[in-house]
């Protein structure tokens, strides 16, 4: 990892830029820590004295990815995860922006919270740190949080992460206290009554597994009710994370009746199934559920069609106290920040997503939706920018990861798809050295 705040000009690169709707040859000026520039396709390309320069040999230039489902383990669980770990693992996987979880211990339910997380981030953290705040007081889900005071210290949006709000009442308020402030609320919405103890996806697999299943209903009949507390409450709503069609169909549904309302899924649940879990590995048990190859495929299809909005990591950095269980009592969560690109790119190289539309989920669409200056390479902007190859192969090795935890679901695995270059605010963060 190199340090410089001298130009940087990055040469004869594929330039994509959604944001802007760019895809093409081409070089990028990155002076005084902002993009100063972009010549397309033979045009010439000046640069300052002392500039350093950059063959990306026909590589990608992108923004740098906006990951708005990243867990740390600051405050409380500094042995699984810390900011400074996590970023290294970030622009490892060419992150440059990180939307932290509240599910923190303790919580993310206080302005001070908020503040040494903020103080914290600046202290250790190499890349753009944001913190959700939570729904309500302790996650759980009845009493509301301070939603003006939490936003005034800081906080970017507002989250129970995956502890769901059953009480319609409570959430109905909570969109509605929100809408004042212009606060986006995000919510990963399930029927905890059909869910029961379910640690899969239900189905044959389950009953094969003997495992008790997750039915979709719990997920989907979640979503419908509240699509139906949006409308209501006229707030601004983000399906924290999805994964079965109807689901789709719900939100979608919602967005043609005018209602602010996105959608987002991971990218395990993009790239995996329920067939993954294999011999009972607990590194794939995830909330929710891996669905079934069909209900993949489908989600693929949502991306493509532009129904699903932001593909985040989910990283939930898990130890082997938490993980190495029976699968049935361990925790769910896998790492997710250095292969959310690598495992992206699989929808690529299989022709079912467009390289700018998996780069749109990954940089503007997050950035947009939580009013970030982020995930461009308009000029001006902060030079937050990743140069990647997308032919390079490269294995996951557990020993290589950065994370102070193991528990990818990609151990072993070939990716296609490999961050060159990390850059954050001008500085070269991260040089690939193979």
């Known amino acids: 990892m190199t340090s410089t705040n ?10 994509i830029d959604p944001a802007n709707n760019i895809d093409a040859r081409g070089s990028l000026l990155v002076e005084a820590g902002r993009v100063a520039g972009i010549a397309l396709a033979d045009s ?3 640069s300052p004295d002392g500039t350093i320069v950059q063959d990306c040999e026909g590589a990608v230039v992108a923004p740098g990815l906006v990951d708005i489902g990243v867990k740390v383990g600051e405050p409380g669980a500094e042995h699984r995860e810390t900011l400074q770990s996590a970023s290294r693992a970030a622009v490892a996987g060419g992150i440059t922006t990180i939307v932290t979880s509240p599910d ?9 919270l908020v503040d040494f997380l903020l103080r914290r981030a600046r202290d250790t953290a190499s890349v753009n740190v944001f913190p959700l705040a939570a729904l309500t007081k302790g996650l759980g889900g009845s009493e509301m949080s301070e939603i003006g005071l939490l936003q005034e210290a800081g906080a970017i949006a507002f989250s129970n992460d995956t502890h769901a709000i059953s009480n319609s009442q409570v959430l109905v308020r909570l969109m509605t206290y929100a809408r004042d402030f212009d606060a986006l609320v995000i919510h990963q919405a399930q029927d905890k009554d059909l869910a029961g103890s379910g640690v899969m996806n239900g189905g044959l697999r389950a009953s094969w597994l003997g495992l008790g299943g997750v039915p979709r209903e ?3 009949i979640g979503i419908e009710r509240d699509m139906r507390l949006v409308a209501m409450a006229k707030g601004k709503y983000h399906a924290r994370l999805i994964s ?92 997710g920040l250095e292969t959310l690109l690598g495992a992206g790119l699989r929808l690529v190289h299989s022709g079912e997503v467009p390289l700018s539309r998996l780069l749109a989920c990954l940089t503007c669409n997050p950035a947009r939706r939580l009013g970030l ?26 020993s290589k990861i950065r994370s102070l935890s193991k528990n990818t679901p990609f151990e072993d695995e070939l990716l296609t798809g490999k961050v060159l270059t990390t850059i954050v605010s001008g500085q070269v963060l991260y040089s690939s050295d193979a």
């Open 104 to 112: 923190t211990d303790p919580v993310i339910d206080d302005p001070a």
């Open 6 to 15: 001298q130009p940087i000009l990055l040469k004869n690169a594929r330039i």
């Open 44 to 46: 010439a390309t000046g």
């Open 244 to 335: 079965c069609p109807q689901s789709v169909r719900a939100i979608a549904a919602a967005k043609a009746d005018g209602q602010d309302v996105t959608a987002g899924i991971s990218i395990n649940h993009l790239t995996l199934n329920e067939n993954d879990i294999g011999p009972y590995r607990t590194f794939h048990k995830m909330t929710p559920p891996l669905r079934t190859e069909e209900d993949r495929l489908q989600m693929v299809e949502a991306i493509a069609r532009g129904d699903i909005d932001i593909i985040m990591s989910d990283h939930n950095p898990q130890d082997v106290e938490t993980k190495r269980h029976p699968f049935a009592e361990a925790e769910a969560g896998a790492l």
């Open 373 to 398: 200056n982020k995930g461009t390479l308009t000029k001006g902007a902060e030079a937050d920018i990743i140069v990647f190859d997308p032919e390079r192969p490269w294995v996951v090795e557990k």
């Open 218 to 220: 719990a997920e989907f």
